[in-house]
């Protein structure tokens, strides 16, 4: 991509993003962005500044070499030094002040961006400190639809739903073969650390789902006690869920018979077709016991994800290495739920698996782990300072993830009892089994 093509897509990446930020923070009245909805998340005027102060931060200082605008807020801002449920007590910027602060630091990071030279450092090569702040504002903006589903009273977002899709009646499992394949990447110009670099990776044959796990079948596992059933359960999912009364997947309540849910302010039946979500890792594992299978290993939900059988290499994307349309995925908010499952035939890996990209995230077996010959960069705290077997990755993105930070190589991770996040599944079996 030559420099004015980069400088354009990272123009338009920031705009994107900040959009998106916009329209997450102007949707509700100023006691809403200052108040702490949930202990897991921040207020939204903490993100909001915080996304300004990050952007001021890599690009006004570490690209452009520029005097810091608000020394005096770094501290407030850094993630690192103020957990979630201690930020309500700070000294925030209040949010005229932080919307202010943040189109300021905007307004100086494309100046800098319209005369940024793409090859004079390695966080400038290809625009990636552009990318990657784009990729961070994404990030949190999924933090803050979060924040929103979380938030009681009315609904405050609204989007069209998915079109409706043709019953799916393709094969449940699909085989994927044994051998090596290419994993991670050393090309993709905006990766970040963690997805580098690319290296060969072993698994045996076998068998995944074609499309996620649905609400329907899901209610299957609760009707059928499993909840109650230690046997589907690994030792700590099920301490935990006895210790917190779970009985079904988070916003879930049974009322006169019927499934319902609380989906961002509105309570509704629980669509049968949709991926289920909101359920953590434990739920996702002991399903997947109780059906007689397992979740896949990272690598194996890679290789579902980008192997082509025929030309033996590995794609950006399931359905290749163009970007994703509105045909191929599920993403960037453009809707408030997931597609029904079977969705986005157009998005279909080489070897027949749907919606690997956008609409839930997955569920891996996996703990999150470096690979080989990692590298970090340009911070320890993105990735390094997270590795190890406290950590469970989850792949390919939700409708809430904007396509420049969704990919085939992209890795998120959290604890395996996290449930407000956009979560789901799908599972795997060995050839054999």
């Not at 070897?351 to 010959?373: H, K, M, N």
Request: charged fraction near 25%; charge should be negative; aromatic fraction near 12%.
């Amino acid at each position: 991509m030559d420099t004015e093509a980069l400088r354009e897509r990272a123009l338009t990446s920031l705009a994107t993003a900040r959009d998106r930020t916009t329209l997450l923070t102007s949707c509700v009245d100023e006691p809403d962005l200052t108040a702490q909805h949930s202990p897991l998340m921040s207020p939204l005027v903490w993100d909001l500044a915080h996304i300004g102060n990050q952007e001021e931060l890599w690009l006004l200082r570490a690209v452009g070499g520029r005097e810091a605008m608000r020394p005096e807020i770094d501290s407030l801002y850094d993630a690192f030094e103020h957990p979630r449920a201690e930020r309500p007590s700070l000294p925030l910027l209040a949010p005229a002040e932080a919307r202010t602060y943040a189109s300021e630091v905007r307004g100086r990071a494309l100046d800098l961006l319209a005369a940024a030279d793409f090859h004079s450092t390695r966080l400038t090569e290809a625009g990636f400190a552009f990318g990657m702040i784009a990729q961070h504002e994404q990030q949190h903006d999924e933090t803050m639809l979060i924040t929103h589903q979380l938030r009681k009273g009315p609904q405050a977002l609204t989007a069209p739903d998915p079109k409706p899709a043709p019953l799916f009646t393709g094969p449940a499992e699909v085989l994927v073969p044994g051998g090596s394949f290419t994993m991670g990447t050393s090309l993709e110009p905006w990766a970040l650390d963690n997805e580098r670099p690319a290296h060969p990776r072993k698994v045996a044959p076998f068998w995944i789902d074609t499309t996620p796990v649905t609400n329907a079948a899901y209610q299957g596992f609760i009707e059928d006690g499993g909840y109650g059933t230690e046997r589907w359960w690994s030792p700590k999912g099920w301490a935990h869920v006895r210790r917190h009364a779970i009985s079904a997947p988070l916003f879930w309540r049974k009322e006169g018979g019927q499934w319902l849910r609380r989906h961002f302010g509105v309570t509704e039946p629980v669509p049968a077709d949709e991926p289920v979500l909101h359920v953590c890792w434990y739920e996702a594992d002991a399903y997947a016991r109780w059906a007689g299978r397992r979740l896949p290993t990272e690598a194996e939900w890679e290789k579902a994800a980008r192997f082509d059988p025929t030309t033996g290499r590995s794609a950006r994307y399931p359905w290749g290495d163009a970007g994703p349309g509105p045909e191929h995925a599920n993403l960037g908010q453009q809707h408030l739920r997931p597609a029904p499952s079977g969705s986005y035939p157009a998005g279909e890996s080489p070897l027949g698996v749907r919606q690997l990209i956008g609409d839930v995230w997955e569920w891996t077996a996996s703990d999150f782990l470096p690979y080989p010959g990692f590298r970090a960069f340009p911070y320890r705290e993105y990735s390094d300072v997270f590795f190890g077997s406290e950590y469970k990755v989850l792949r390919g993105g939700s409708f809430a993830v904007d396509p420049v930070a969704c990919r085939g190589t992209f890795r998120n991770w959290d604890y395996p009892i996290r449930r407000q996040i956009f979560s789901g599944f799908r599972t795997a079996r060995s050839e054999r089994d």
